[in-house]
């Protein structure tokens, strides 16, 4: 599924956005837009966390999962509050078309099947750890900029992007043709959805 959707990924991972976010160019009205959207995506990722949870069919990884939403529901939550209030934001915000898409397609997926809360979730995660792990550069001196980096890198987050890949494969391994193909519509979907927030970023 990653192989298929390789230039949708690869145009993700370099957007404009992404440059401009490295080189701590980026505008700050683009910024706010973007984290206000993106705050709205955290009930929708949270639920489907707790999908993941109650669908898994082994205790490691439920309890991987769990200690994962834990983390979501915490320190990456408390980062939108304190950013949007640092930038100025007027508060909740209409969603934008991908958006919406992107909680539809999570409340989709939570309630279809395990290996289809890990195809979105892998994507969620992966994508951003592919953009945050850019080698040869140095993180930007706006602080905004850099924690947002710095929640999608580093040693445990790349064993958490492994471990959903790693579970995402053993999901997936036996399901029927119907099945299997459901998994991928959501993940190349997912893929879709993610270049089209970059782009939604800038209005």
Known sequence: MREVTAPVWRAAVEHRFVDELWSGELDREVLTRYLAQDHQFVDAFLALLGA???????????VRLARQLGLVAGPENDFFDRSLDALGSDGPVEPLGPTTAFVELMHDAAGAGYADALAVLVVAEWLYLDWASRTGTTLPDDPIHAEWIELHRGREFAEWV??????????????????????ATRFVRAVDLELAFFDAAYG
């Open 52 to 62: 993941a949870v109650a669908g898994a069919d082994r205790p490691g990884p439920r």
């Open 162 to 183: 492994e471990f959903l890949r790693d579970e995402l494969d053993r999901a997936a391994d036996g399901l029927d043709r119907d099945r299997a193909g459901q998994v």
